[in-house]
């Protein structure tokens, strides 16, 4: 068996030990004679393991009591038509669109009222995020809407909306749990675990309590209600049973490794290595405004796509793969998620004063 | 490491060797340097996973050219809503109530047109399948639904319903892949994968093609229209991947056992074996008309509920877990899914006889 550094923007890697774990555990989990994946999610068995979950969540991003955390299926792109059908009690809501996850977010609202796009980056291919400190809010806005970190772009809100006293929703897929947040600000949080938490087909979505109502718009499908998974507690159907156990090792690994502050310090330290190269490098660029960077997704390019390809090539032959940015960016791409070790920083960066020299 | 034999009505027990693959492909799969969990659902390695196993799909249920195959998220649940929202242009379905699950799929459907209970067998604790061979179909139904195998009930159709020509839609989620079908008879055959084919997470639906198209009711978000996952082969966003990867090689076995016409005899004669017990027994009693006996999940009673939960709790004791029935039925409840192999019925059926000469 030999890893690769593996930079994929999701599904993208995990802990190591949990993949151990996972794997010690796959034919008799904890002496039930049988895998998480053979288990009734009514047994006792199962009831600890999402329970152990959940507040592991609640424990790492310190959630109050008085927000719901719920485990669902679907994706981000389920949550961008459940949001508008279960908050628009007005018909109105207002977006900022900072990248294709944000637009197809605003778009699907279109169905169900009038969605204002209140403001966009897209003038310079979302590359920075706009300054969200005196939007016009339309005064009846059920919410406000952003996607937090944007993967494809790489950039990141450094300070939230201001809102003007609405509600904030917020789209945290890509990064998710990479360092604490102060969730009182929010009316929802949401992220697909499948880029920092855990494996695709699960949606984690922490709801504050007077949110989940059954005055939802007319023909909203039961499983597509908040109300129908928070009062059974994810079990109103049979939920990705496997993917939340999955998700509850990655929590403890988490706190072992110190918490979310100590994932926000050593996620810094990770992505300054990256981003100081490309601040001193003569070849590659980073593509992001300096002020926005995310410290999860970090897309850069040669100016050159012949060379960014062979990049790409060589890079995967020494064990640095999913290096491909995203077509609507071109060049490269490195995701790194809490699980990329500052080895795998490393050895990509020292690969790529390698590939410059050689380049030259 | 001690293996049970584990009767769970779902999510349930899958094959042993399936498991033992997966766990040792945990940390790479095939050379990979990575776990599934962590491939992009856009890479060539996972493109491969669900293409080989949806062509393997196709080979064992012979699925003709004219139906898609999708993988889907949300459940049977969810597929309640999805089915009168993709087909009901004339907003009028049939519905026969078999069971708890039919009857829940026709509530949801009233939220979207006119749903008709056509027939049903809720007049005697749904123990047997109505008589279908002439219904008072609708002349407008846009389709009939039917549940093919009651889970909770241990019930199964022996010949599918006369629909008078209008389109069938069956959910077969407790004996999808059992024994043969002939698709040409639906217009949509779909399951939650959890009970007979893979971990929870995951639906499968079999579609033909002309019931895929944009003109769905008003309302239907983007991820709930059949075109939306069709036209992406069920990748227009991050799919279950660990789900379809274990379902891949849940049909890769099923193959190696010789496929569907195979499975069917190794389950008859399964079944066989707790039936024929059952109908000599002076204790046990089947709770199902013989007639609408389902090879998979096979209910039975002692009559008397202290005896019962005796059982219950020395049957696990014994290795035999899970045979709780369900609360609306009572007693104990036997699923012997595809994984279950015939020792499993087998022990089974002489701890049951132990069990009747100490309690006679």
């Known amino acids: 068996m030999s890893r690769v550094y593996n930079f994929s923007a999701g599904p993208a890697v995990l802990p190591e030990e949990v993949l151990k774990e996972a794997a010690e555990e796959m034919l008799d989990y904890n002496g039930s004679g049988m895998s998480v994946m053979e288990m009734s999610h009514r047994s006792k068995v199962f009831d600890e ?87 016009p809010i339309s005064p009846d806005a059920d919410y406000v809407y952003i996607c937090e970190n944007n993967t494809i772009y790489g950039t990141k809100y450094k300070t939230l909306p201001n809102t003007k006293g609405k509600i904030l929703v917020s789209d945290v897929s890509s990064c998710f749990l990479s360092e604490p947040m102060d969730i009182e600000k929010y009316g929802i949080v949401y992220g697909g675990v499948q880029k920092n938490v855990g494996p695709a087909g699960l949606v984690i979505a922490i709801i504050r309590e007077d949110l989940i109502t059954e005055d939802v718009l007319p023909g909203t499908p039961t499983m597509l209600t908040y109300k129908t998974h928070a009062d059974a507690n994810s079990l109103y159907n049979t939920p990705n049973c496997y993917g939340i156990y999955i998700c509850g090792k990655v929590f403890k690994w988490l706190k072992k490794q110190g918490g979310l502050e100590a994932m926000k310090e050593r996620n810094e330290k990770k992505a300054k290595v990256l981003y100081d190269y490309l601040d001193s490098s003569k070849l590659f660029k980073g593509t992001v405004e300096p002020a926005s960077r995310s410290l999860m997704n970090v897309p850069f390019v040669t100016g050159d796509k012949e060379l960014d390809a062979k990049f790409v090539k060589e890079a995967e032959a020494a064990g640095l793969v999913n290096l491909k940015g995203h077509r609507t960016v071109g060049g490269m791409r490195a995701s790194i998620y809490n699980a990329m070790p500052i080895e795998g920083v490393e050895a990509l960066v020292e690969f790529m004063k390698k590939f410059e020299k050689e380049n030259a």
């Open 49 to 135: 393991i999402i329970q152990t979950a959940e507040a592991d969540l609640r424990d790492l991003l310190k959630i109050p009591d008085n927000y719901k955390v719920l485990f669902l299926q679907g994706g981000a792109s389920q949550q961008f038509a459940m949001i508008p059908m279960n908050l628009m009690k007005n018909r109105v809501a207002d977006y900022i669109v900072t990248g294709q996850w944000a637009k197809k977010a605003w778009q699907e609202a279109q169905k169900y009222g009038t969605a204002n796009k209140i403001a966009s980056s897209e003038d310079k291919t979302f590359s920075y995020i706009p300054d969200c400190s005196d939007l």
